[in-house]
């Protein structure tokens, strides 16, 4: 039983990022720049008026101003601004030449035919100067971003329309065990619904990755093994649930072996997911996670999406913060990390859900965050911080 970061660290110095591809603007999202992106213009491209008013010489505010021109956005202004005159103009549209500010047209009044009034002592330029947010050339994104609606904008705004990104690790996932059926089946005596593969799928199509179903292994070593070399021919990285532990009929960690992965780790000091099986084969991975679905969903975001991610050439780093509980907590046994799904009250404190252990899956509906409880530890007390991970 290995702890938890060494697990963590194996698996991330055993994945190298995958090759690139170029795709379009509508198919970015959720994908991992491959290389910086550069600004092929100035931004602004030209000085450009902050807000709807009159663009003049500050020397003449105190003066009554003619308007000489109207300017929209998007068109080229054709009179130059000069003693007393204005140029009455629209946000975003380019400022005049011989302008150097604009006054807000709420600060004016009209005091004749095409003439204007300012009605304060002074105003502030409202300009947005040429290239005072982005100059040509300059880095706007790096490689490695995870690239977020935000992103997609800035790749819009300086030409990327076809930017290049990482591949997309293909994953499968299996389920395994006589116990099981499908969703659209009603349970038989000693029998349940199959939720695991379901959820991890949802997890991984939640990062964008290309994710299929292969459907469920019986407890068998030939239906295991050929599920798993089937897997391995199509994807990249195989997620199994169930048949890890100690049982008679756990035979993954036997049929990972036989299909020809090396086993770098088979359990984590870790509640839940203490049975997790990790294997490579040359540039393929594969998962043995755990039956329960809480704890097949921990083993997931804690050590299955920093691989995807790298694969994808992104670091994750999730958003973890020291939060106080709201009650005291307890825990029997402190021999491995516990990681508990809590909820985030409105007060910036944490409670645990109602938690009857790792087969209890409707626990994760309710929560916001996973707690980690650190090796050694049986108590928070109540206002004690604890690291706190959102999901």
Not at 97 to 104: F, I, Q, R, T
Request: with cysteine.
């Amino acid at each position: 039983m290995i702890p938890f970061d060494i697990a963590l660290q194996t698996v991330l110095n055993n994945v190298q990022p995958s090759g690139t591809e170029k795709v379009p603007l509508n198919a970015v999202l959720g994908r991992v720049l491959a290389s910086d992106v550069h600004s092929d213009i100035d931004m602004p491209p030209f000085n450009k008026s902050a807000v709807d008013g009159y663009a003049c010489r500050r020397q003449d505010i105190a003066n009554e101003l003619d308007i000489i021109e109207i300017v929209a956005a998007g068109m080229v202004p054709q009179k130059a601004v000069t003693e007393n005159t204005c140029t009455k103009i629209m946000t975003g549209a380019m400022i005049p030449e011989g302008a150097d500010c604009v006054l807000m047209v709420e600060h004016t009044e009209r005091s004749g035919e095409n003439k204007i009034k300012f009605l304060k002592s002074d105003t502030s330029p409202n300009i947005a100067y040429v290239a005072e947010d982005v100059k040509m050339g300059s880095l706007v994104l790096e490689k490695g971003v995870l690239i977020k609606p935000e992103h997609v904008a800035v790749l819009a705004a300086v030409g990327c329309f076809e930017p290049e990104v990482s591949l997309q690790p293909k994953v499968c996932i299996i389920s395994t065990g006589d116990e099981l059926v499908e969703p659209y089946e009603v349970p038989g005596p000693s029998q349940i619904r199959n939720s695991n593969s379901w959820q991890l799928l949802a997890q991984a199509q939640k990062m964008f990755v290309k994710a299929e179903y292969a459907g469920i292994a019986k407890d068998d070593e030939q239906s295991t093994f050929r599920m798993i070399n089937n897997a391995i021919e199509t994807s990249d990285v195989v997620l199994l649930t169930g048949g890890v532990s100690m049982g008679d009929y756990d035979f993954v960690p036997d049929m990972m072996v036989k299909s020809g992965f090396e086993i770098l780790f088979r359990t984590i000091a870790i509640q839940p997911g203490k049975p997790t099986v990790f294997g490579k084969k040359e540039n393929k991975f594969c998962f043995g996670l755990p039956g329960n679905p809480v704890a097949s969903y921990v083993i997931f975001e804690i050590l299955v999406k920093p691989l995807l991610y790298k694969m994808m050439g992104h670091t994750f780093s999730p958003l973890v913060f020291s939060l106080p509980f709201a009650q005291e907590y307890k825990r029997r046994s402190s021999e491995r990390l516990s990681v508990i799904p809590v909820s985030v009250n409105s007060d910036g404190t944490v409670s645990p859900v109602g938690y009857h252990g790792s087969a209890h899956i409707h626990a994760l509906a309710n929560a916001q965050g996973l707690a980690f409880i650190p090796i050694g530890k049986t108590m928070i007390a109540k206002g004690e911080l604890a690291d706190v991970r959102l999901i």
